[in-house]
């Protein structure tokens, strides 16, 4: 019982704190599809934040009007209400957002298609972050209860962007009657794309472009710090970086990752374990730059070792830089089979269908938004 306090405690003060902002981009695609996609933003949501958060919503969002279907933002609080107006919704929540859902939430989704994106177990957060001194209980993770609730409004399935080989870290999920599919991130094409001609940041060796924290910083540490001196930094946090360059607009991101020479992907430690695949390596590659993970076993399963730069172990990244940052040709190839790779396979209009696909429901039609193969050519300058 003293938990559960703590827990709702803990909840209320993120809540109030956190209040999502949906900002003027809330509705979009046609206004008169067969169905409308509701996309629940919960705590911590900022449309005019540049993060993992809002660009992976925004993706989704506009890869389903691109398919011919209407997109709408809403709130946790809203959601009972809004399913109630809109005809024939079908809705993208996150775990997390089970927290604070409503009853009259829950019970109007009953029937409603809708799919859950979920979190690691505890047991596998642990693992992960127990070498870097960091104890399980200040791991943001959800509620126990949310599972439950999962199961009551009849989640159609549930989600994670990992690959399926990393389905065992995610056990409170097995056996309980909902499917659990591999749904990864991907790159959203109609911000993430080549600009030929476009010479800013030419001069930029190595670039990143994301937030600072303390459980990302271990990572950091290890694949970032040793180049500081070559690192060109953007983010909405402050870095204890020399390269740190305060906020990049928004239209200026895939021109850096176009013209760096490399950019790192690079995880948060538990993606070690449960194989959570960053957006971050979709979007560079999609912007036609060359990205280079972290040492993380899962990404030969989405991708082959010639279309990025993924190392077997710390050594391994560091040569590879070394051979990025020098060798042209080999640079030039990685660019060209990494953006191909991406509009092949990695796009949110990829993604998009296959939720459709899983929920039973028809895409109406397509609006190609595609940058020309043209662009490709951009790689090899």
């Not at 809403?74 to 993208?92: G, H, I, M, Y």
């Not at 505890?122 to 070498?131: L, P, V």
Request: aromatic share 12%; with cysteine.
């Amino acid at each position: 019982m003293l938990n559960y306090l703590m827990h709702k405690t803990k909840l209320t003060l993120r809540t109030v704190k956190n209040r999502p902002i949906l900002g003027n981009r809330r509705s979009g695609g046609p206004s008169d599809s067969e169905y409308t996609f509701l996309m629940v933003c919960g705590t911590g949501f900022k449309a005019h934040v540049p993060n993992a958060t809002s660009t992976i919503r925004f993706g989704y969002c506009r890869a389903f009007a691109r398919l011919g279907i209407g997109y709408r933002l809403v709130t946790v609080s809203d959601l009972a209400t809004e399913l109630e107006r809109v005809s024939r919704p079908f809705v993208f929540l996150s775990i997390f957002d089970y927290e604070t859902l409503s009853r009259a939430a829950i019970k109007a989704l009953r029937g409603v298609p809708h799919f859950v994106w979920i979190a690691p177990s505890r047991r596998a957060m642990a693992i992960a972050y127990r070498q870097y001194g960091v104890r399980a209980e200040s791991i943001d993770l959800p509620a126990d209860y949310t599972t439950c609730r999962v199961q009551e409004s009849g989640a159609n399935f549930v989600f994670a962007p990992c690959p399926t080989s990393a389905y065992e870290y995610f056990e409170q999920w097995h056996n309980i009657g909902i499917p659990f599919e591999s749904l990864l991130q991907a790159c959203d094409d109609e911000r993430y794309f080549p600009e030929p001609g476009n010479t800013q940041f030419v001069g930029v060796e190595m670039a990143f472009v994301g937030g600072y924290w303390r459980n990302k910083a271990f990572q950091f540490d290890k694949y970032l710090k040793p180049y500081e001196g070559r690192l060109t930094v953007f983010g909405h946090s402050p870095w204890p970086y020399r390269g740190y360059g305060g906020l990049l607009p928004e239209d200026d991101e895939r021109v850096l990752y176009q013209n760096a020479k490399l950019c790192p992907a690079i995880s948060e430690p538990h993606a070690e374990i449960t194989g959570d695949i960053v957006e971050r390596v979709f979007k560079v590659a999609g912007s036609g730059g060359v990205a280079i993970t972290d040492a993380i076993k899962y990404y030969r399963e989405v991708f082959s070792p010639e279309e990025v730069l993924f190392p077997e172990n710390l050594d391994h990244y560091h040569a590879l830089v070394k051979r990025a940052l020098t060798d042209e040709d080999f640079n030039a190839k990685y660019r060209r089979a990494g953006i191909k790779a991406v509009r092949e396979r990695h796009t949110y209009v990829h993604r998009a269908r296959k939720v459709l696909d899983l929920l039973g429901l028809p895409a109406p039609g397509v609006v190609d938004g595609t940058k020309p193969e043209s662009d490709l050519q951009q790689a090899d300058r």
